[in-house]
């Protein structure tokens, strides 16, 4: 088996835990009664800590796949349409700015910054469905308070996030090599311009 071959492979082992520790993680939130009844439909979010990894230690691509297969997943498993509506919605957006808000580099934002970030932009997917399917903007009006949760519940999440990296050797390692690989294809990318 070539080095390609074998690295691939390891990648889709890596993606396939990830995945399946996301989906335990998602039906037994469910399962956990919020304490807070002024905010109906705030959740804690504890999931968006496997979106957090994989955007640490594996390439785009492969973290939007991962963060794919667990909606489809955990939407398979005891879902409906319509959670899977919401879910997909606070997901891919929470997603793509928690990636775009990444790329301002760890001096600027933290990882703590980075999950907060998501915890907000998930509550504004599921509000910009809600609106679309009540045809109605008023249930953003609701946002004020799931934007207050969801940065407490970002901020639970990132100092999670953060204590894993620095006790799990492997997630440190995965971090390092990410880094490490980026960095080398931005120097060679400069110094084909150069040329």
Request: aromatic share 10%.
């Given at each position: 088996m070539s080095t390609y071959k074998a690295d691939r492979t390891r990648q889709y082992i890596y993606i396939a835990l990830l995945c399946a520790q996301g989906v335990i993680i998602g039906l037994l939130e469910r399962m956990i009664p919020f304490p807070f009844a002024f905010a109906p439909g705030a959740k804690l979010g504890l999931a968006n800590l496997i979106t957090?990894?994989?955007?640490?230690?594996?390439?785009?691509?492969d973290s939007f796949i991962?963060?794919?297969?667990?909606?489809?997943?955990?939407?398979?498993?005891?879902?409906?349409?319509?959670?899977?509506?919401?879910?997909g919605a606070g997901a891919v957006l929470s997603w793509f700015g928690m990636l775009l808000i990444k790329q301002l580099g760890e001096k600027r934002v933290s990882m703590?910054?980075?999950?907060?970030?998501?915890?907000i932009l998930h509550n504004v997917g599921q509000l910009?469905?809600?609106s679309l399917i009540a045809q109605s903007w008023t249930v953003m009006l609701y946002l004020p308070v799931l934007a207050f949760m969801g940065i407490l519940a970002g901020i639970a999440v990132g100092i999670a996030a953060n204590f894993l990296f620095e006790h799990i050797d492997i997630l440190r390692r995965l971090r390092y090599d990410r880094t490490k690989r980026r960095k080398k294809?931005?120097?060679?990318?400069?110094?084909?311009h150069v040329a």
């Amino acid at each position: 088996m070539s080095t390609y071959k074998a690295d691939r492979t390891r990648q889709y082992i890596y993606i396939a835990l990830l995945c399946a520790q996301g989906v335990i993680i998602g039906l037994l939130e469910r399962m956990i009664p919020f304490p807070f009844a002024f905010a109906p439909g705030a959740k804690l979010g504890l999931a968006n800590l496997i979106t957090i990894i994989s955007l640490f230690t594996m390439s785009i691509p492969d973290s939007f796949i991962l963060m794919c297969l667990r909606l489809l997943l955990t939407t398979l498993l005891g879902g409906t349409l319509s959670t899977f509506l919401y879910s997909g919605a606070g997901a891919v957006l929470s997603w793509f700015g928690m990636l775009l808000i990444k790329q301002l580099g760890e001096k600027r934002v933290s990882m703590i910054g980075i999950s907060a970030a998501g915890g907000i932009l998930h509550n504004v997917g599921q509000l910009l469905v809600a609106s679309l399917i009540a045809q109605s903007w008023t249930v953003m009006l609701y946002l004020p308070v799931l934007a207050f949760m969801g940065i407490l519940a970002g901020i639970a999440v990132g100092i999670a996030a953060n204590f894993l990296f620095e006790h799990i050797d492997i997630l440190r390692r995965l971090r390092y090599d990410r880094t490490k690989r980026r960095k080398k294809g931005a120097t060679h990318e400069n110094s084909s311009h150069v040329a």
